[in-house]
């Protein structure tokens, strides 16, 4: 068990709401991520944080921003969702400070923009 | 730049028969290299890792990965597939002093009763 828990786990929204999702850890990782999964496109990092307040961003981190204001949780908030952004994001944890160490997955967000 | 191919989207196999899951990288370094698995509606699941040590590499649930430098791959074995390794599969890399991982775009298996 990784003790990465996301909230929430499935939501609807409507074109041009904001919407936030949660990510919590309970395992004191410095790097959190968020990334979104898409048919055909793998898994495609958003942003990421190296520590509380320190964020930097991913391949695909426009119409999203990130948040850490303690170790424990990671924000991602979409600003104004768009139907480009119905996807399943998951956010993650990494076990230690080197690159070898492995990256924990949380069980997933499914967002929907109708 | 750090990059994963996988080559299949989908495979299907018998059940009983080996699996072969195949995954070329590009790294300017040597890399750090991961097989994920994901079952429906559920999060990635670490299989194995390749972190410079031997480069047979031995996961969970009977799968295994062997890291060739000449061949740049790192294609993911197991010898009899069961019903329960279907899945989708992911092979991912990272860098020394990379914050991230790249992952490639899945291979889908299916194991055929």
């Known amino acids: 068990d990784a003790g990465i828990t996301q909230s929430p786990r499935h939501k609807v929204t409507e074109t041009g709401t904001p919407v936030t999702l949660r990510c919590h850890q309970t395992?004191?990782?410095?790097?959190m991520y968020w990334y979104r999964q898409d048919p055909g496109h793998g898994l495609r990092l958003i942003h990421y944080?190296?520590?509380?307040?320190?964020?930097d961003k991913g391949e695909v981190s426009d119409g999203y921003s990130v948040s850490r204001s303690k170790t424990e949780d990671f924000l991602l908030t979409l600003e104004s969702a768009t139907s480009s952004q119905t996807s399943v994001y998951f956010c993650?944890?990494?076990?230690?400070?080197?690159?070898?160490?492995?990256?924990?997955f949380g069980e997933g967000s499914w967002l929907t923009v109708v | 730049a750090q990059s994963v191919t996988q080559l299949g989207s989908h495979v299907s196999v018998s059940e009983g028969a080996l699996v072969l899951l195949r995954c070329n990288y590009s790294s300017s370094v040597p890399p750090y290299l991961f097989w994920y698995v994901q079952y429906p509606n559920q999060g990635l699941q670490l299989l194995l890792k390749y972190t410079s040590a031997a480069t047979l590499v031995k996961g969970i649930n009977g799968f295994e990965a062997e890291f060739k430098k000449s061949e740049t791959s790192f294609h993911l074995t197991k010898p009899s597939a069961h019903m329960s390794d279907a899945a989708e599969y992911f092979c991912?890399?990272?860098?020394?002093?990379?914050?991230?991982?790249?992952f490639g775009t899945g291979t889908r298996l299916t194991v055929i009763p």
């Open positions: 991912a890399v990272s860098e020394a002093g990379a914050n991230n991982l790249f």
């Open positions: 944080s190296y520590g509380v307040k320190d964020t």
């Open positions: 993650a944890a990494r076990q230690g400070p080197t690159s070898g160490n492995t990256i924990y």
């Open positions: 395992e004191n990782h410095r790097y």
